[in-house]
């Protein structure tokens, strides 16, 4: 983070000095160009008259001209650097608004838990929302997701909507006290071996980190939603609004899931879907390579 920190304000400074240079050449261009003007008028009106007096001054008007090619050649040339000044300048504040971006993306987001990687106790989203309650199964009980999250949410389940495609959300953000108590309640209910297969431990629940939704047809029933319309309009157009399904059949995780589904972001939700790969399949250093991209709309 330190390191991050030193190379974005390195940067920064670089960006500052690259700027005030770009404004004093950019001035001096100005200045050039309004004296090269300048000496063109003049000269025009000396070659004007040379030429209208006497054309044995020709050898003085030759020199003009040959004066006003090399002015020509040198605008020229401060033209070219200050195009390429330009371009550098726009490649570095282009670096600095990148790094700036993922900055602001919480690491934990895009990491591949279940039973990969381990959320601590204290992790708890900063920005949890309400869900609205025309989007839950059960009315009388508060879900919660992400702020940011939440109106990509939104417009999913609005346009299913449009599609007469009724969508309903019956879990949402689970702390880490709340997931162990599910594991322990589906353990008594179902026994352990059931509990291993479908209910992840504390700290490997992608619920934890605030962008994932178990979702339903409006019977509120998981067992064999696979082969509800609703399902497969899913599977159509999640990606759209940067949903992924964690748990497809024959994953290496856990029993196939089809009622939960993850925020990952547009972008790789989208390249996703074009390559017929899901979200386990890739190495953490290719999925990071989309955090700049989580919130992009």
Not at 69 to 95: D, R, V
Not at 182 to 188: C, E, T
Not at 258 to 271: C, I, S, T, Y
Not at 277 to 285: A, E, T, V, W
Request: avoid cysteine; aromatic fraction near 16%; glycine fraction near 4%.
């Amino acid at each position: 983070m330190k390191n991050s920190i030193n190379i974005l304000f390195l940067l920064f400074l670089i960006f500052l000095f690259s700027v005030f240079l770009f404004l004093n050449i950019k001035k001096q261009k100005e200045y050039d160009e309004l004296a090269f003007s300048n000496f063109i008028q003049t000269h025009e009106k000396e070659v004007f008259s040379l030429n209208k007096k006497n054309l044995e001054q020709g050898a003085g008007l030759s020199e003009k001209i040959i004066e006003i090619e090399f002015l020509k050649e040198q605008l020229e040339e401060e033209q070219n650097l200050y195009n390429e000044l330009e371009e550098k300048i726009e490649k570095i504040a282009k670096s600095v608004g990148i790094l700036e971006k993922i900055k602001k993306v919480d690491k934990e987001l895009l990491a591949k838990y279940s039973k990969v990687y381990f959320l601590n106790e204290h992790y708890t989203p900063k920005n949890l929302e309400d869900i609205e309650e025309k989007f839950l199964f059960n009315t009388g009980k508060k879900l919660q997701i992400r702020k940011e999250i939440n109106e990509f949410l939104e417009e999913m389940f609005e346009d299913a909507k449009d599609d007469n495609i009724i969508l309903k959300i019956i879990s949402a953000y689970r702390s880490y006290e709340y997931q162990g108590q599910i594991k322990d309640n589906g353990s008594i209910i179902h026994g352990q071996d059931y509990a291993d297969k479908y209910i992840a431990d504390q700290g490997l629940s992608e619920h934890q980190l605030g962008t994932t939704i178990d979702i339903v047809s409006k019977s509120g029933k998981m067992t064999g939603f696979d082969d509800t319309e609703e399902y497969q309009w899913l599977l159509d157009n999640a990606h759209k609004y940067g949903f992924i399904l964690s748990y497809p059949e024959k994953n290496y995780y856990y029993n196939f899931e089809p009622w939960h589904w993850r925020f990952v972001g547009k972008k790789l939700a989208d390249d996703l879907y074009d390559d017929k790969k899901y979200f386990y399949d890739l190495s953490q250093r290719n999925i990071n390579k989309y955090t700049q991209y989580f919130f992009d709309d």
